[in-house]
């Protein structure tokens, strides 16, 4: 099966969306799928605006001209709502062509946070972008109510994973050398992430802060006696997971948090506000404290069991997740059908009746036996 993917956030960008279209292209290729990805690299590129790490397609039309040529794939995703998502639709739209599209950033918080742009037109922008969508792909049933209480249709629950082979307890982890307890953040550093809500707290030991943004300089202004230490490679987080006591994750705008589950997948338990992203990762009590105060959150996460935090975490797995995927896209046309493709399932074709609504489930294990090729 030939999916094409395009996003504008791609590599070298750090977030979550990177992460998981990342760990789809690696499963659904070793599946014996084509997952051709249309982003922002190799073309002429401009800074976002608030974000200039962040790069934009400035030629987005000749982008995923050059990319595509005259292909014609089984089924199109569009995984953001930025340039490159936005000639996707129009060119998707002149064709004919179905298409799916996920829905991973509260943009219309973060640009209320940053730029103080009203809400109301930002939502404006997204119903209409993923009004043709034949599914709306969210990370959480809390996402999806949100949604649905603005209008938005077709959605459907697609939730996220992680690798608890790369993801462990590393024994001694990363030489902070600093008095414990040492409470963690590891993130984008954008005014958001509310991380002066965790910042600000009255905590014992130490907290320490991994991962740059465009709130960093004013972060270490106000709070300096936090340890910021910067962007950090993607093989040096289990460490730095693995060393700390407490991973704090103060967002309230996120809609999934995969930087949670990496950390519970380290034995690290979470204190986190009780909003949408920790409550469809963290198991209260067990793997993470929610509480409206974040300081007694991150205190009474401390007593929590690193093991059990570990072997909880590890029911969230990525494999389900991609079947989960593959079930949720859509047939190009009414009369599509895609090649067959070798896999662990033996070689089947794509129907049309797969673009049936499908139910997800939030809990991956259940669709861990759904054969991984279409």
């Not at 030939?2 to 996003?7: A, C, D, N, P, Q």
């Not at 982003?39 to 982008?63: I, K, M, Y």
């Not at 954008?190 to 002066?196: F, G, H, P």
């Not at 093989?235 to 693995?242: E, G, I, K, Q």
């Amino acid at each position: 099966m030939r999916i094409v993917l395009v996003t504008d956030a791609w590599h070298p960008q750090v977030n979550g969306v990177v992460r998981t279209w990342t760990t789809m292209l690696q499963i659904l290729t070793s599946w014996g799928h084509e997952l051709v990805v249309v982003s922002p690299e190799g073309s002429l590129t401009v800074p976002a605006p608030s974000e200039p790490q962040l790069r934009l397609c400035l030629l987005p039309g000749r982008q995923l001209r050059r990319a595509l040529g005259g292909m014609q794939p089984d089924a199109l995703h569009i995984a953001t709502e930025g340039p490159l998502g936005l000639a996707a639709r129009r060119m998707a739209l002149a064709r004919g062509w179905r298409f799916t599209t996920s829905f991973h950033t509260m943009f219309p918080d973060y640009l209320k946070a940053r730029m103080g742009i009203p809400e109301s037109l930002p939502w404006r922008f997204l119903r209409w972008f993923h009004a043709p969508s034949q599914r709306v792909l969210v990370p959480t049933p809390t996402v999806r109510d949100a949604l649905a209480g603005r209008g938005f249709g077709n959605l459907q629950v697609w939730s996220r994973g992680v690798d608890p082979g790369r993801f462990r307890p590393v024994p001694g982890g990363a030489p902070y050398g600093l008095p414990r307890p040492v409470f963690l953040s590891v993130g984008r550093v954008a005014r958001e992430k509310n991380l002066d809500a965790f910042l600000s707290l009255d905590l014992p030991g130490s907290k320490v802060v991994v991962g740059g943004g465009p709130d960093e300089a004013r972060l270490r202004r106000r709070y300096p006696r936090a340890h910021f230490l910067g962007m950090q490679g993607d093989d040096a987080l289990p460490d730095f997971y693995s060393a700390a006591d407490v991973f704090v994750f103060p967002s309230l705008t996120d809609t999934f948090g995969l930087v949670m589950l990496e950390a519970m997948a380290c034995g690290t338990p979470v204190a986190a506000l009780p909003c949408a992203a920790p409550l469809a990762v963290v198991e209260q009590g067990v793997t993470g404290v929610l509480d409206h105060d974040l300081g007694r959150a991150c205190r009474a996460a401390l007593a929590l069991d690193r093991e059990t935090v570990r072997r909880r975490a590890l029911a969230h797995g990525w494999d389900a997740v991609a079947a989960c995927l593959l079930a949720a896209l859509s047939p190009l046309t009414a009369a599509a059908r895609a090649r067959p493709a070798a896999g662990a399932g033996g070689l089947r074709r794509y129907s049309p009746a797969q673009a049936k609504p499908v139910q997800c489930p939030t809990n991956l294990r259940s669709v861990a036996t759904i054969p991984p090729v279409c």
